[in-house]
């Protein structure tokens, strides 16, 4: 990150490198469960989605119906008041809900976000240490799944949650 002065303001910069999607022949990715799918972005067989390079997410761990997201808190995530935006809170949630849904997949299965119910429960900061995000598959039916995410601050404490409904197809 670069910083200069611009009109009597203190600027800052950066520079955003990633993967464009679609890359990797989507009937290969096809060939693999859900679990394998997020464990070969894990691995770096497939790119990672673009939003996890533009947000700076630092840490993602899938498993069967369970994945934790985490980033640190900077100030390029910051709202006009200073503090985290909602909507940076809200893609954490909605990616470690969705995805251990994801995780979750059969061979050959597709999923997308019906909803999301972001609770905010305190500002995030860059002084709030890592912030660690765990989605959690609560009920997984055949066209449906609900999901959950708790994000938590650097002393462990809950500063957001959400529930999620994916449903799920072929």
């Not at 899938?62 to 994945?67: C, K, L, N, S």
């Not at 989605?135 to 999901?147: E, F, I, N, P, S």
Request: glycine share 8%; charged share 15%.
């Amino acid at each position: 990150m670069t910083q200069t002065q611009q009109q009597g303001f203190r600027t800052a910069s950066r520079t955003v490198t990633w993967m464009p999607p679609g890359q990797l022949d989507l009937e290969q990715m096809m060939a693999l469960d859900g679990l394998a799918q997020l464990q070969a972005m894990v691995e770096g067989v497939a790119p990672r989605p673009p939003i996890m390079d533009t947000l700076d997410i630092c840490g993602f761990e899938p498993e069967h119906g369970r994945v934790v997201v985490e980033l640190q808190a900077q100030e390029f995530h910051y709202n006009p008041l200073g503090s985290v935006h909602g909507g940076v809170i809200a893609t954490l949630l909605d990616t470690a809900a969705a995805c251990a849904v994801h995780s979750t997949l059969e061979v050959g299965e597709l999923y997308t976000s019906m909803d999301l119910t972001t609770k905010f429960l305190r500002a995030v900061t860059v002084d709030s240490g890592l912030l660690r995000c765990e989605g959690t598959v609560v009920q997984r039916g055949r066209r449906t799944a609900l999901a959950q995410a708790s994000l938590t601050d650097g002393q462990g404490r809950l500063v957001a949650h959400a529930t999620s409904t994916c449903m799920i197809f072929s």
